[in-house]
């Protein structure tokens, strides 16, 4: 079974700080796909990244990054200099092989929210 | 417009009640989802479909029913209207249904009362 572990419920930080968003994910499966979605409270779902299990090369975009870890199985999400807008719900997911498309396994989320 | 609708956005039904959620996206993606968003629980499958006449169930899908005759639509349907099923639901669609960014539709809000 897959399961995605979003310890961090809620976070709070003081505009122009840096935060890291943890995700840990379990599956048996060696081939799989991991993906950062962000929900703004206008409540849609808006994708920010995918990586892919072969691919453990972190990646920055802007003031974006991400840390991919297969060793412990983690995939964690770094906004430098956080901004109001960056306020949001950020769910971690999981989608893996299997021998078909089972959709998505989501984490529960973490609140972030960016105090001016 | 291009993109993935889902309609009505908000809907209040009461229980024991038959109500339908649609969903039309434009991309002629393969595969659609259903996912339902519960506070604490994050989003869980419902039901997804691969193709045209081809769907399958997923982590949470009893007292909903789907169909797909149609290639851009998905419906959902709750036969029977339960308390438990007061959540919000995203129809999602993506090209091949694995390794690829799945678009979200702007979500329903269902209230059973």
């Known amino acids: 079974a897959q399961k995605v572990t979003q310890a961090q419920t809620e976070i709070s930080v003081v505009e122009k700080e840096d935060v890291t968003l943890d995700c840990v994910y379990e599956t048996r499966d060696t081939t799989y796909y991991l993906f950062w979605y962000k929900q703004p409270p206008s409540g849609e779902l808006v994708f920010l990244i995918r990586?892919?299990?072969?691919?453990?090369q972190n990646e920055i975009s802007g003031r974006y990054s991400w840390n991919f870890q297969k060793s412990t199985s983690s995939f964690n999400f770094t906004i430098t200099a956080s901004q109001v807008v960056d306020s949001a719900v950020y769910f971690c997911a999981l989608e893996y092989s299997g021998g078909g498309a089972d959709g998505l396994t989501f984490g529960k989320g973490t609140h972030l929210i960016i105090q001016p | 417009d291009a993109g993935i609708t889902q309609s009505p956005r908000y809907k209040i039904t009461e229980t024991g009640r038959q109500v339908t959620l649609m969903c039309h996206q434009t991309?002629?993606?393969?595969?659609m989802f259903w996912y339902r968003q519960d506070l604490g629980h994050g989003l869980r499958l419902i039901y997804y479909?691969?193709?045209?006449?081809?769907?399958d169930k997923g982590e949470v899908p009893d007292g909903y029913v789907v169909s797909r005759s149609k290639t851009e639509n998905f419906p959902l349907t709750l036969e029977s209207a339960t308390r438990s099923q007061t959540s919000v639901y995203f129809c999602a669609s993506s090209e091949t249904g694995y390794g690829t960014e799945a678009f979200f539709g702007q979500g329903t809000r269902l209230t059973v009362v």
């Open positions: 990586r892919n299990s072969f691919d453990e």
């Open positions: 479909s691969a193709a045209a006449d081809i769907t």
């Open positions: 991309w002629s993606h393969s595969y």
